[in-house]
């Protein structure tokens, strides 16, 4: 590829090149990968760039760096293999659209006598977090997230406007045991209609999420994460 140093984006295209390597099969965990200078020429980019890639994945767990020797695969416990699944982040790349989180509530929540958070007891304290996904100045999706607090308290803060999925799963120690997931197609509601700037004629998706993990009593995580149709595509629809 021709080189575009000053891409803001470039740097991803470096990343994902390297997890590619990885998914691969042919570097497993703890082997050395290829050296900075072997990225920047088989890539056509510059330093900056490799290191910038490099450095976001050393922060995501998934390579570490010995002094003096180089960049190696780190081992990730097997139940990462569900981020894929898991992560909306993911979601919105898979059909191409970079996206950054706005953070619109952080704070304690109780529990509705009537709702959608049924599986816990009315009154009961959790944590909620809301998040807008943008796109530079367009909305893309409104999530609400609710953690029991014991959850939430494990979670990285500096980091809550990244990946969640990934920092569930790098920092809670206790594997997840299950995950029950809705899909649904419906009508927006007034304030969907006001926060996607779409008309009533177009549909919006809602996927409905409820975590478990072992050792841990019950439902430990809710998530409702609201898109507009378009945003998808309609052969998403059926």
């Given at each position: ?147 029991l607090p014991e959850i939430f ?55 409905q999420r409820w975590m478990y993990f072992e050792g ?23």
């Open positions: 590829m021709a080189k575009r140093e000053n891409a803001p984006t470039l740097y991803i295209y470096v990343k994902e090149y390297i997890m590619k390597l990885i998914i691969s099969g042919n570097y497993p965990a703890h082997s050395q990968l290829p050296t900075e200078y072997e990225l920047m020429e088989t890539l056509d980019v510059g330093r900056a760039t490799v290191r910038a890639a490099l450095a976001q994945l050393e922060n995501e767990g998934t390579i570490y760096k010995r002094q003096g020797v180089g960049t190696f695969v780190s081992e990730r416990s097997k139940h990462y293999g569900l981020e894929p699944l898991l992560s909306l982040n993911f979601m919105l790349k898979h059909v191409g659209m970079q996206n950054n989180n706005e953070i619109a509530e952080n704070g304690d929540f109780i529990v509705p006598a009537d709702g959608f958070l049924d599986r816990w007891e009315p009154g009961k304290k959790v944590h909620r977090l809301v998040r807008i996904r943008k796109s530079e100045n367009t909305v893309l999706g409104y999530e609400d997230n609710y953690y308290e494990k979670l990285d803060e500096n980091t809550l406007s990244e990946s969640l999925a990934h920092n569930l799963l790098t920092n809670v120690e206790n594997p997840i045991c299950k995950f029950e997931q809705t899909v649904l197609v419906r009508d927006p509601s007034e304030k969907e209609l006001a926060l996607f700037e779409i008309d009533s004629t177009e549909k919006v998706v809602e996927l841990i009593p019950g439902a430990a995580n809710f998530v409702s994460f609201v898109i507009p149709s378009h945003i998808l595509e309609f052969p998403f629809l059926g």
